[in-house]
């Protein structure tokens, strides 16, 4: 078996290592169910990556196949509204937690207002990533 996709194939070993770093921390703290369930979560994880790494096409490749351009707008459509609507619901915990601040003067209140704005910022920067990257190749 020839490796032809590098990417998954490390992602794979990735999953597998931390498969293995679960059920060595299960036991020595004792067998938990939450660590078994995500030992097995990552496992299966594990082996879809190292199965995409040896097929002989490519995931973009395979889904090319079976995806119309009506199902590429409807993609990126909802990919959209995904967007929009994840935007303005952290912007309103934002809100909400300076107005707990705001009342309480707890720090706590702050720290989630602020862990909040930080996501806001970072999912604009991706955005504004993947737009220049998406300019360039296209």
Known sequence: ??????????????????????????????????????????????AVEL????????VEEEMGVKVDERALFIATRSGHLTLKIMNGLLFAGAMLALLGYGFTEDGRWMAVSLAL???????FLVLLAANCYYEKKY
């Open 117 to 123: 704005c930080g996501v806001i910022v970072v999912m």
């Open 1 to 46: 078996m020839k490796i032809r996709h590098y990417r998954p194939f490390f992602t794979g070993l990735l999953c597998w290592a931390l498969t293995v770093g679960v059920l060595l921390l299960t036991l020595a703290q004792g067998v938990s169910l939450r660590h078994l369930i995500g030992a097995a979560i990552l496992a299966a994880l594990g």
């Open 51 to 58: 199965w995409f790494a040896f097929s002989p096409k490519s």
